[in-house]
């Protein structure tokens, strides 16, 4: 009997890959090539990876989902949103703490934004996740960046045709007053915003699966804040031992710079609950021999 197998892309776009040359196209503005706005060292063999695994186990995968960071130029995690006591430039990479702004050291270019960073600022750093990060301004809606890896997205239009399914594209951070790494709820949600709260539905779909394949960038962030918000709800809602469906396909996955120990105490962390860790070259039989338990029409690669 055919298994559900559900694989979840977290953010595969081009802003986040470390693209050779001949994957960056001209601008037309500016007849320059386009550059990724923050590459993750390995992640575009990350993608050569996960697009080969689509392709040679697609008639075993049952579903497939994509999520997008998606941005607008100013956010208050873009350098867009503040600026330093001395009226200069806010760099990117640089962190932003509620301390720092009751001391005036940064506040946000409009004065009126104040009172609401500074909330925010609170809210997520009572939190215990993360504080504000300054990144530069990335995945922006509309833009080069904001699209999926070609192959990735070439991969898994392959297997729209071939199973006559839809890859569920799922967009995440749009609202500008608070960051979103995980694609299933923002890091301080607005009661206002229903994209921002908890995407119960989104994960009670996953929670159907037998497997849920994970693969994307960037381990240390969005795919660590994704995991960890799905891991907790399946335990509260299905027990501990839900877990097991969790893969997380570890060479399809790398950390931000300077961001690998975050990234390694999260995969023992996950480990340790009964998260499964496996490489590609793992995964793949597990597709072929679900391909071959069904009468399906879909021909793998």
């Avoid at 990117?92 to 001391?103: G, K, L, M, N, S």
């Avoid at 004065?111 to 993360?130: F, Q, S």
């Avoid at 923002?186 to 037998?210: G, H, I, K, M, S």
Wanted: with cysteine; aromatic share 8%; proline share 6%.
């Amino acid at each position: 009997m055919k298994r559900n197998l559900h694989l979840l892309m977290i953010d595969p776009q081009n802003d986040f890959c470390d693209l050779p040359d001949q994957y960056r196209p001209l601008d037309p503005s500016t007849r320059q090539p386009l550059a990724p706005a923050l590459p993750v060292a390995g992640a575009h063999q990350d993608m050569l990876r996960l697009a080969a695994l689509i392709n040679r186990g697609r008639a075993g995968l049952t579903a497939i989902s994509v999520t997008l960071d998606s941005h607008h130029r100013f956010d208050i995690a873009h350098p867009t949103f503040w600026i330093a006591a001395d009226g200069a430039a806010v760099a990117p990479f640089t962190e932003i703490t509620a301390a720092d702004v009751r001391a005036q050291k940064y506040a946000p270019r409009h004065p009126a934004a104040l009172p609401v960073a500074l909330n925010y600022l609170d809210k997520l750093e009572a939190a215990g996740r993360y504080q504000l990060m300054v990144w530069p301004v990335h995945c922006e809606i509309g833009t080069w960046g904001n699209n999926v890896h070609a192959d990735v997205r070439a991969a898994y239009s392959h297997w729209e045709e071939a199973s006559l399914g839809i890859v569920a594209k799922l967009a995440k951070g749009s609202n500008p007053w608070t960051e979103h790494y995980s694609a299933v709820q923002a890091e301080v949600p607005d009661a206002d915003d229903p994209d921002t709260q908890f995407n119960t539905r989104f994960v009670r779909t996953l929670a159907e699966a037998d497997r849920i394949y994970v693969a994307g960038e960037a381990g240390s962030h969005c795919v660590k804040a994704t995991v960890e918000h799905i891991a907790d709800y399946f335990e509260a809602e299905y027990g501990a031992a839900a877990l097991a469906k969790l893969v997380l396909i570890t060479d399809c996955i790398s950390p931000v710079a300077g961001f690998d120990a975050q990234y390694q105490g999260f995969l023992h962390a996950m480990q340790a609950r009964g998260v499964q860790l496996m490489q590609s070259g793992d995964v793949l039989p597990e597709l072929l021999a679900n391909a071959n338990a069904s009468d399906s029409v879909v021909e793998s690669a």
